[in-house]
């Protein structure tokens, strides 16, 4: 069964809410995780509905898992630190780089009033699409294309968040499409195997761009006119 075709709503499938804020206690307010908004939104979102249906069982268990196309659904500890670290408020409008099983956007979602978010592979868009139908998320739009090149249509942005690793300078459009007091948070590095989590703030005059580091991660590289050249290497897990 694919992600498109479960149903979230089936009164055989468990109520994992206990789960869930283990979850948040355990692997993400414990390493230091504590805006309220994120915490809440981690939750919130039912994981189970965004793995494919044979790691149901390790939906909240604390690492990435695979999905379709070779790609993976971050850990939900990396998905908490990044939505924290793009400051979302509730009038927020997010740009999500990455859709992937859609989970993560999901979460910006739950914080943010609209998110938009692109994926490459039109079969990961279509199944995130029908899990936000499903889940009654109407104010999460998707698209498929590089998200490298941003959303022009809808910029600007409060925050853009990029769930897949670039290279060691951002993406120029994304930068264009930030807002004045915009944040993009975005895995870069001078391979494609590893990078540094870094948040690049515009200054509320527009004029400037402030980069801070937050620490080492890995993940899947990012594909496109501003992220690395071809196509994936073979799966990995960021
Ligand atoms: N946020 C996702 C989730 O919660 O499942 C995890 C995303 S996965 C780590 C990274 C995603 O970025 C992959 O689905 C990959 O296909 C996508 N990707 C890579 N380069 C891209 C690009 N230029 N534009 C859009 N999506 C891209």
Do not use: K, N
């Amino acid at each position: 069964m694919s992600a498109s075709t479960r149903s979230h709503a089936d009164p055989a499938r468990r109520d994992r809410a206990a789960e869930r804020q283990r979850m948040v206690e355990r692997q993400i307010s414990s390493r230091g995780v504590s805006d309220p908004a994120v915490l809440q939104a981690l939750g919130e979102v039912p994981r189970e509905a965004f793995v494919a249906p044979e790691a149901v069982d390790y939906a909240y268990h604390d690492t990435p898992l695979p999905i379709a196309e070779g790609q993976t659904i971050s850990q939900p500890y990396i998905v908490a630190v990044m939505a924290e670290a793009a400051e979302i408020g509730p009038a927020d409008r997010v740009l999500e780089v990455g859709t992937g099983s859609g989970y993560g956007a999901a979460v910006l979602g739950r914080i943010a009033e609209q998110v938009f978010t692109i994926e490459r592979h039109p079969g990961l868009a279509a199944s995130a699409s029908a899990c936000f139908a499903e889940l009654g998320y109407d104010h999460i739009e998707v698209r498929v294309g590089d998200g490298t090149l941003g959303w022009p249509e809808e910029a600007p942005f409060d925050a853009i968040v990029v769930t897949a690793g670039g290279p060691a300078d951002p993406p120029p459009a994304l930068l264009e499409q930030l807002a004045p007091g915009g944040r993009l948070v975005i895995p870069m590095g001078r391979d494609p195997t590893g990078q540094e989590l870094v948040r690049i703030r515009r200054s509320d005059d527009g004029r400037d761009l402030v980069r801070e580091g937050l620490g080492a991660v890995r993940f899947v590289p990012l594909i496109g006119e501003g992220g690395w050249e071809g196509e994936e290497p073979a799966p990995r897990h960021p």
